[in-house]
């Protein structure tokens, strides 16, 4: 069974960092698409980065790549996504994705990590 356990969120001033961290388990192994994703209140899930096997990135935004920054460890299965110069219109819930395939899709969640910031 795989799981993707997020941590890292919590509060910051405007102008802040934070680093988001998940962990996956039960994975047959590291051939999985990793990614971020975010959901505001009221507001539709967005991607936020993306990371493949080999360190492949992609991230939905070009402000966002500015900003943030995805990396991967394949041996602790887990992938990390620094935030740097938080802006209030970042806060959401961030949320960690995983699949197999080379599409766009992915096939496994975690619950996420709530980031809050401050003006």
């Known amino acids: 069974q795989v799981q993707l356990v997020e941590s890292g969120g919590g509060s910051v001033q405007a102008g802040g960092s934070l680093r988001l961290s998940c962990v996956a388990t039960g994975l047959p192994d590291s051939n999985y698409r990793m990614a971020w994703f975010r959901r505001a209140p009221g507001k539709e899930r967005e991607f936020v980065a993306s990371v493949t096997r080999s360190g492949g990135e992609t991230y939905g935004w070009t402000s966002m790549k500015a900003r943030f920054a995805i990396s991967r460890d394949n041996g602790k299965d887990a992938i990390y996504l620094q935030m740097n110069n938080l802006k209030p219109e970042d806060s959401a819930a961030y949320y960690c994705?995983?699949?197999?395939?080379?599409?766009?899709?992915?096939?496994?969640w975690g619950q996420g990590t709530q980031v809050t910031v401050s003006s």
């Open positions: 994705a995983a699949d197999r395939g080379s599409g766009t899709a992915y096939s496994y």
